[in-house]
């Protein structure tokens, strides 16, 4: 028999108060396995200028093979319930790179679905760009602005994100020419031009 293959399947989020039925799909084989896969961009295939009810409830086909959203508020029960650790994961010009944050959680949808991330370990920036720049910050959606910013930065990069001031990461924004423009703002005043993303997360 070969190796275990990422599984997509029903679970059911709980929590204390009520439950929620979720297609997920488990990451069997990184670092020991047990990641959930929270978004997924592959090859530009859906489209993620959605409104804050789409992020909220999550979109796309959650397959090995597809992209999509879990959605932010699946995301907040499964944070909500127990602790986690949050795994990004980039491809850019043949090359791979992680994002591990040692604490991962989102808080309720009534304070916007606030990022709330702990130290990193990173092989794409110093641990002060990329999404650590959004530690704390809302959620915003074209039609649901929380940003730090004077413009709506979710308009501008048409994408759902914990944006702050705007720059430094944006794994949702358009697929142009086969990438994803400006991903992520890396040590040395760089950007990476993403080709593929994914984000997981796991129990700790």
Request: net charge positive; proline share 2%; glycine share 8%.
């Amino acid at each position: 028999m070969g190796k275990e293959v990422n599984k997509s399947y029903p679970h059911v989020v709980m929590t204390t108060d009520f439950t929620l039925q979720r297609q997920i799909l488990c990451d069997t084989q990184t670092d020991g396995g047990g990641w959930t896969v929270i978004q997924q961009r592959i090859n530009g295939a859906v489209y993620f200028n959605r409104d804050w009810q789409s992020y909220k409830e999550g979109f796309g086909k959650i397959e090995p093979d597809s992209e999509f959203w879990l959605g932010n508020e699946a995301v907040h029960l499964l944070t909500f319930v127990r602790p986690y650790e949050l795994r990004v994961e980039i491809r850019s010009d043949n090359k791979d790179y992680v994002a591990l944050y040692k604490t991962f959680k989102l808080e309720n949808e009534a304070n916007k679905y606030r990022i709330r991330l702990g130290n990193v370990t990173s092989s794409i920036d110093d641990g002060s760009r990329g999404l650590s720049y959004s530690n704390n910050a809302k959620f915003s959606t074209f039609d649901n602005d929380n940003d730090d910013s004077s413009r709506q930065c979710a308009v501008s990069y048409k994408g759902g994100w914990w944006y702050k001031s705007c720059e430094y990461s944006k794994l949702n924004a358009p697929w142009r020419g086969g990438k994803i423009l400006h991903a992520w703002y890396t040590t040395g005043s760089k950007y990476l031009h993403a080709v593929s993303t994914s984000m997981k997360i796991r129990p700790l």
